[in-house]
Each structure stands twice: as C-alpha cells, then as structure tokens.
C-alpha cells in the first residue's frame, strides 16, 4: 500500500523558516515526480513544488525562490526547505506523487503550518 507520512510543520512568525518532511512506501525516484502540495484555509489543494527523476525542480510563482523541495532516495524521503515565510503559506502541506495518488496510493494525513505574527 501506497503511503504518505508529513512531518515538521508547526508555527512560526513571518520570514521564519521550516522543514518539512514526508516519508513514503515508494521508490524516489519513480516513474512520477514527487511533490508538495498546499490547502489553504478555504482552498482547494493544490501543488507548490515538485520534483523529477532527474533532480529537476518546479515551484509556483508565490514560492519561487523561498521554498526548495529535495529528496534522500534511500531514505525514501522528500523534503521541503521553508524560507522567508508568509501568511499566505499557511494550510495543512501534504507530499504525493504528481500527479497525485499516480500509484494509487491515497493522501496522508498532511502537516500543519501556520505563519502568523
């Protein structure tokens, strides 16, 4: 079974920083990239940043140059570096493949983060 576990969210002020994590069942690198993805209060989720086989990054526009998203593919675990942290970062960061549940895994339970001064 396909699985998820995010961790390293928290709260923090405005232009502080965090580490997330996500430990997955899958193997990195795969057949689908891996990603971050954002639901914001209200929001549909949706992705920040993601990763291909080939160590090649994307990042929406609102995260470019703060966030950076890597990967330990023996440790199976997809991270992404927090920086200089806004309000409108906060929500509940999930990592799955991308497209999502690609292998027919299913979300996890996500990490919260709240940027709030």
């Known amino acids: 079974q396909v699985q998820f576990v995010e961790s390293g969210g928290g709260s923090v002020q405005p232009g502080g920083s965090l580490r997330l994590s996500c430990i997955t069942s899958?193997?990195?690198?795969?057949?689908?990239?891996m990603a971050w993805y954002l639901q914001a209060p209200g929001k549909e989720r949706e992705w920040v940043a993601r990763?291909?086989?080939?160590?090649?990054?994307y990042y929406t526009d609102s995260v470019k140059g703060r966030f950076t998203i890597s990967t330990d593919n023996a440790k199976r675990t997809v991270y992404l570096q927090m920086d200089s942290l806004k309000p409108e970062d906060t929500g509940v960061y999930y990592c799955?493949?991308?497209?999502?549940?690609?292998?027919?895994?299913?979300w996890g339970q996500g990490t919260q983060v709240t940027v709030s001064s």
């Open positions: 799955n493949t991308f497209p999502p549940n690609g292998l027919g895994g299913s």
């Open positions: 899958i193997n990195i690198p795969g057949i689908y990239a």
């Open positions: 990763i291909y086989s080939g160590n090649d990054p």
